[in-house]
């Protein structure tokens, strides 16, 4: 009896072992029965080109990309999604037989699931959206919420010169605030989302008032350390609806999983006490 030949899969970084993607895709492998592995693998700048390029003749399928390559992963990709390009970054490889490379970005698929999966009847285009940071997480985020029918984006940054870049990438919808003033942009939103890493366990408060939006209002808070932020506590004292950002780390590994394992698995609830424990 032949013994089938295991599935690779990998997430690569410099450094890795912050990583909570080998819980998920392990998690996922032992639900489904499969013989597989998810392996972090911390690679330094100057041997990531070679590394990559190396890794189908190893048995890989494809991996995750986290920091600090999303974006040179880029250039050494033989294709790319449409929704990578116009985020200018990737999450996600997956390796073609001959040894081709195709990038992806799912986070945007991982936000909009994420959000759906606690507020089913929500959709980007409910109303305008605030969007707090300008950083790779809020570039994915923005090209999610316009694509599902955003009027609006109201981008504010504590450095303006980093949002005008944004509003120079994705043009008319986006509409500049400054963060002195970004509590007056809440006027009318229908999302609120906070995309930077204040609040964060370790890093400052994020000092946004809420008072100013409108009681319809859904926000929602990428940081998941801790998972009821401050902002999410704010936002409840104003009785608007909230959602973390625990599951939008889990959604966005849903494509890369199916791309490589053949199988589509749930974000589940177990699924997320494996996560949070």
Known sequence: MTTPTPILAAVIGSPIGHSKS??????????????????????????????????????????????????????????????????????????????????????????????????????????????????????AIISALLADGAPEVRLSNRTRHRADMLKDQFGAKITVVDWARVSEAMDGAATVVNTTSLGMVGN????????????????????????????????????????????MLLHQAVPGFEYWFDVRPEVDDDLRRVILA
């Open 22 to 139: 080998p819980l998920i895709h392990g998690y996922w492998i032992k639900k489904h029965g499969l013989i597989g592995h998810y392996i972090p693998i911390e690679i330094r700048p100057e041997n990531f080109e070679s590394a990559i390029r190396s890794m189908p003749k190893l048995g890989f399928r494809g991996a995750n990309i986290t920091i600090p390559y999303k974006e040179t992963i880029l250039s050494i990709a033989t294709s790319i999604s449409d929704r990578a390009a116009l985020i200018g970054a990737a999450n996600t490889i997956v390796f073609g037989p001959d040894g081709s490379i195709r990038a992806d970005n799912t986070d945007g698929i991982g936000f909009i699931e994420n959000i759906r999966a606690h507020a089913p009847d929500w959709r980007g285009s409910n109303g305008p959206a605030v969007v707090l940071g300008a950083g790779g997480a809020s570039r």
């Open 204 to 247: 400052q408060p994020l000092r946004v008032k809420l008072d100013n939006a409108p009681n319809f209002a859904l926000v929602t808070d990428i940081v998941y350390t801790p998972v009821d932020t401050d902002f999410l506590q704010q936002a409840r004292s104003f009785g608007l609806r909230t959602v973390d950002g625990v599951g």
